[in-house]
């Protein structure tokens, strides 16, 4: 009853309300970290699985990536990321070592999906998939985007930002008050690696901490970053997701085999030994 109260008095529909959805996001071809993630939400008992994106980018398993997340997630609830785009087309305005591995990805999702044997194998499928994959989708009063609501793939929302403060010289509060206009009500991202809660009514900051994991949903605008499964940058090495169910949202963070990915990194010549360094320490 209160999560059906809820949905009349916020805005968020009972079909919604009712559902149990894991929300994933970049996982970054780290395939330990995805593996562990999916085994705890088999014990979640949710209803679907969606992912905000960037599925590859960074990590040594895309291939294996694409595949599992493709099997697992619904159908047109998997968005694409920036390095999802990247790996696609061209990584323009990435780092050099970013750049690098979105190159490497490339040539390793690409490598055979056209040959005929590729519609067997599901090669081509999985490229077809990638190259497809909607910016945003919505329900009822909730959008699901990778970065923000006004910029689908690439703009940051910060806890910089609820601070006062910009990296790149916009004006932090306009920038989330646009970004807040186009929220119905809840908004899901990703992209940042770092899991929280920013409100729209204050434009403050909730981090995990402050709100021991969870969030229940009330009549304020939101926008929620689920965190990171395969590269989470908030000093925390667990991979994190949420699980959305209308009412209320929970972070769920879970141990994997970090030594696994770094030693793929390490033995990769293509990824920089910096991209499995940074796992260990979350950031």
């Not at 949905?7 to 009712?18: D, F, L």
């Not at 990638?130 to 690439?154: C, I, Q, W």
Request: net charge negative; proline share 4%; charged share 25%.
């Amino acid at each position: 009853m209160f999560a059906l109260a809820l949905a009349r008095v916020g805005g968020i529909s009972p079909a919604t309300v009712m559902r149990r959805i894991a929300i994933i996001s970049d996982i970054h071809s780290n395939m330990a970290a995805l593996n562990a993630v999916l085994k705890d939400i088999d014990g979640q008992k949710v209803d679907s699985i969606y992912c905000l994106g960037d599925v590859v980018g960074y990590g040594p398993e895309p291939v294996d990536a694409m595949g599992t997340v493709l099997d697992v997630c619904d159908e047109g609830r998997v968005i694409c990321g920036n390095h999802d785009h990247a790996s696609i087309y061209e990584p323009i305005g990435f780092n050099a070592e970013a750049r690098q591995a979105a190159i490497w990805t490339n040539q390793q999702i690409k490598a055979g999906a056209m040959n005929p044997l590729a519609w067997i194998n599901g090669k081509y499928k999985r490229w077809k998939w990638l190259k497809n994959l909607p910016s945003s989708f919505t329900e009822g009063d909730v959008l699901y985007v990778h970065a923000s609501p006004r910029n689908h793939m690439e703009e940051y929302i910060l806890e910089e930002h609820t601070l006062g403060r910009s990296y790149l010289g916009e004006d932090p509060r306009q920038l989330l008050e646009e970004n807040f206009a186009l929220v119905g009500h809840t908004c899901f991202v990703g992209h940042t690696h770092r899991p929280g809660v920013v409100t729209g009514d204050d434009l403050q900051w909730h981090s995990l901490k402050s709100l021991n994991y969870r969030w229940t949903i009330d009549a304020r605008k939101t926008i929620v970053n689920v965190g990171s499964v395969g590269q989470p940058r908030d000093h925390d090495p667990r991979a994190c997701y949420a699980i959305f169910d209308g009412a209320s949202i929970e972070w769920r963070r879970v141990e994997y085999d970090i030594e696994r990915t770094r030693k793929l990194i390490y033995a990769n010549d293509h990824l920089g030994n910096h991209l499995g360094d940074r796992l260990l320490l979350g950031r």
